[in-house]
C-alpha cells in the first residue's frame, strides 16, 4: 500500500524576518504590536511558536502549552467543519 | 542464491568486498542495513549533520529536518504493520529559508517556528506534538471532546517521544504534559485511563484503532454529546479490561455502543489448549460476528503453545466465514493482573475485521445497533 506523505512547515529562526517581511508584520513584531490569537500575549522572537494564515490575515500563536493546545483544537475543528460542508 | 535478484546482487558483493578486507566488507554491509532501514540512515545522517553545523550553519536544516523526520516515520512505520489504520509521514518543508522564494500560504495551514542547535529538543517536541494531532491522529479524534482530543494527542506524543527521542520526553514533560494535566480534570483522568490501557499493550492497536473506525463514519445529524459518551464508555471499558484479574470471567470483554462494537477474546485457557479443542473459543468468536461486532481482537501468551493454538482458532473461523480479514498478527511485552500484582508477560494480539458489520452513515432515526442482542 503507498504511504501518505503530509507536509509540516517549519521556518526557521534565523529566516524569521525575512518571512515576517514578506508579509510585512516585521515592524509590528518589533514594536510590539503583535498578540497571541488565544491569550494576547505580547508575541516575541523569542516566545513565538507558530504563524497562522487564515483569510487573508496572519495569526500568530505564543508558545504557552494552552495556546498551543488551544491550536491544534482549533485546527481540527475548522479542518472537521470544512470536511462536514 | 536466494531467487531475489537484489539480495543476490548483495550478496556477490559482499562475497566480492570480503576477498579485498575486513573493512570494506564492514562498510557494505553496514550500507546494505541503512538501504534497508531508511529512517535509521536518517537518523545517523542527522547526527552527522549536528556535528557538521557547528562548523556550517546551513547543515542545521538538514539535522532538524531529517531528525524530525526520522523520529516520526520509524514510529509510523511500526504502528502500521501492528493495526489497520493507515498513518501519515511526515515531510518538513522550510519556509522563507530563500529570500527570492514565493511563499505560498495556504488558509489554516500552521507555520512553526524552529530554533538553533540549543533548543534542539524543543524542535523535536514541538514538530512531534503538533504533527501527531494535526495529521497522524486527525481522523482517530473526528468526534471526539476537546478534552478528549487533547488527552490522546498527549499520551501519543509521549509515546512517540518515549520510543524514538528519550532525550526529548523531560522537555515534553514540562512544556505540555504537566501543565495540561494540571490544567484540566478531564485531562488527567483520561490520561490515567490510557495508562491502564497502555499498560496492557493496546492503546494503539485496539483503542486508536476503534477511534479510527469511529472517525471513518459519517453522522447525518451529528449527536455530538452522544458520541462523547461513548468514546468515555469506550475508553473505560478497555481499562477495565487492562486492569482484570488474569483468569478472571467476572470483567465483560465486548462493547456494544451505537457507533462503536469491539470484542476482546482472551484465548489462553490451558486446559481447553491442552484438550486440542478450538471449538469453544471458536463458537464465542462467531458469535461476536452474527452479533455484528466491527472489531474482533483475540489475546493470549504469546508462549509457543499458545500462540499456535491461537493461530488454529482463527483459521477454524477463517474456515468457516470466509468474508472476515485477519488484519494484523503482534506480539509485545505488556503487564497483566496476577492476584492484585501487575507483572510482565509476553502477549499475542490478532485482529480479526469483520466487514460487513460496519455501518458508515448513521441517520437520526438509527438505532438498530444499539438494540441488537448480544448473546455469548
Redesign the interface.
Known sequence: MDKIEKSLKAVHENDLDNLLEKIGKKADLEVGNLKCKFCDTKITKENLYSILPESGTFNFICENSECVNALLVYLDERKNKQIEQ | MTGNPLLDKLTDLIFVSYGLNGTLTIIVIVLIYLLFHPDTFKKWASMIAWVGSRIW?SW??FA?KTEIESDINAFVNRLEARTKI????????????N?DEE?V????????????RKYRKKNVV??V???T???ML?KS??HLS?SQ??SV?LYATLKILKAESAASVQQFMT??FT??IN?NGDIRKYTSQYTSIDRGGIFFSVLIQELSSLGNKVFLE?PTQEVMNEVSNLITFLENFCNRLTGSNLVNDTFIGRYTRCSIKVVSSASVRESGNVFPHKKRIINAINNRLENIYLIGRSDEGNKAYMEEVVDSVLDEVPHIERVSQTVFTNQINIKGLFRPALTCLIQLHNPTAVKYIFTPEDTAISETVIEE
Open positions: 550553519k542545521e536544516y532538524i493507515r498513518f501519515p509521514r511526515i515531510k518538513i518543508s522550510w519556509a522563507g529559508k529570500k511563499i500560504w495556504e488558509d489554516s495551514e500552521a507555520i512553526i517556528v524552529m530554533r538553533d514541538h514538530a506534538y503538533f504533527f494531532s494535526e495529521a486527525r479524534k473526528m476537546k482530543k487533547t494527542d512544556d505540555y501543565p495540561s490544567a451529528k
